[in-house]
């Protein structure tokens, strides 16, 4: 059976992910080609929206894995996602990094979800699915990871439809608890 919104909305289509993981010698002419698109991404969603600094910074990481969004029609930057290890989140002191679940892994095999934006034009096309089932599929390809962990808003309900679609490969949660970002809930999923 042909899914419906690949009929009905043409947004989802055109809209693809795609790695970002320029070699050092053109990182930054590439992050300059992206960059006014990128902040406007953050800016977007965020009353406090994270500095270019730390992105660059955290981009540039050994480890980090960021996949944009990009409208294929208007050659457009319109959303993001990255990755860092969960042992780097660990030892920076991650705010949500929970040392209360069993990890068979220690950790190591384990990719933290540190953020996913998505233009507010652009919402509500199960464009994160896609950006994220991107990410996951090149981590456990790719980089050999196993298992993923994030921490979701549960802001318009999000949190409870991403526990429900992933109920089948949640290794450890839900579990509810507060952020600087407000009401979150954990998961630690299966790749
Ligand atoms: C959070 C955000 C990226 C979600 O994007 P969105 O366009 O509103 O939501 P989408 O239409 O892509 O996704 C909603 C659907 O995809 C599902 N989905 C989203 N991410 C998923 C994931 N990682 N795994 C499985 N399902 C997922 C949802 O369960 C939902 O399913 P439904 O079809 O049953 O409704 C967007 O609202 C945003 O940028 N918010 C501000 C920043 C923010 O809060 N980021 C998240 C921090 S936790």
Redesign the pocket.
């Known amino acids: 059976m042909i899914e419906s919104r690949e009929i009905i909305d043409p947004l989802y289509d055109r809209c693809e992910a795609e790695l970002f993981n320029p070699p050092a010698a053109s990182w930054k002419d590439e992050w300059r080609k992206i960059r006014d698109d990128f902040l406007a991404v953050e800016q977007s ?2 009353k406090n929206p994270s500095s270019e600094r730390l992105f660059r910074q955290r981009f540039q990481e050994p480890g980090t894995v960021v996949f944009l969004l990009r409208d294929t029609l208007i050659k457009k930057v319109v ?1 993001f996602t990255y990755s860092i290890p969960l042992v780097n989140y660990a030892a920076g002191n991650g705010e949500n990094f929970r040392k209360d679940i069993e990890r068979e892994d220690d950790g190591r095999k384990t990719a933290y979800i540190m ?4 233009l507010p034009d ?9 950006l ?2 991107t990410l996951e599929d090149f981590l456990k390809e790719r980089r050999g990871y196993r298992f993923v962990e ?4 549960k ?2 309900g ?1 949190a409870d ?2 526990v ?3 109920k089948d490969r949640i290794v450890a949660g839900p579990i509810s608890h507060d952020s600087s ?1 407000g009401p ?1 809930v954990f998961c630690r999923i299966k790749l």
């Not at 652009?122 to 896609?130: A, D, F, M, V, W």
């Open positions: 969603q965020y959303g953020s996913t934006v998505i652009y919402t509500g096309h199960r464009l994160s699915p896609k994220i089932g994030f921490d979701v808003t802001e318009n999000y439809k991403v429900e679609n992933n970002l979150q």
